[in-house]
Nanobody, 122 residues
């Protein structure tokens, strides 16, 4: 199982970014995935989770601003981030597990991407 996260970047507050996570090594329709983030000096926190059926949940801090979507044909998951705030600045990780659940808890995931930096300037 291998997760790759191209993208990330820098944007001004109020702007948008889309994160991408490409999975390989197992069937795309049989895993649950999450995006988590870690800011300097803080614990890694769950941002959004999606199950193989397409249901999703979000942390309160991003609800209404972030949207998790998937393209099974490309084994790819996306996190569209709108109305970004300075406090969204962090390293963002995609994580996955071969199971059917929704979770924002980092310990529920066994497979991780390398992380990508998102910087929002105010």
């Amino acid at each position: 199982v291998h997760l790759v996260e191209p993208g990330g970047g820098s944007v001004q507050a109020g702007g948008s970014l889309r994160l991408t996570c490409v999975a390989s090594g197992y069937t795309s329709i049989s895993y649950s995935m999450a995006w988590l983030r870690q800011a300097p000096g803080k614990e890694r926190e769950g941002v959004a989770s999606i199950d193989p059926g397409g249901r999703s949940i979000y942390a309160e801090s991003v609800k209404g601003r972030f949207t998790f979507s998937k393209d099974n044909a490309k084994n790819t998951r996306y996190l569209q981030m709108n109305s970004l705030k300075a406090e969204d600045t962090a390293v963002y990780y995609c994580a996955a597990d071969v199971a059917w659940f929704l979770s924002l808890t980092k310990n529920d995931y066994n497979y991780w991407g390398q992380g990508t930096q998102v910087t929002v300037s105010s």
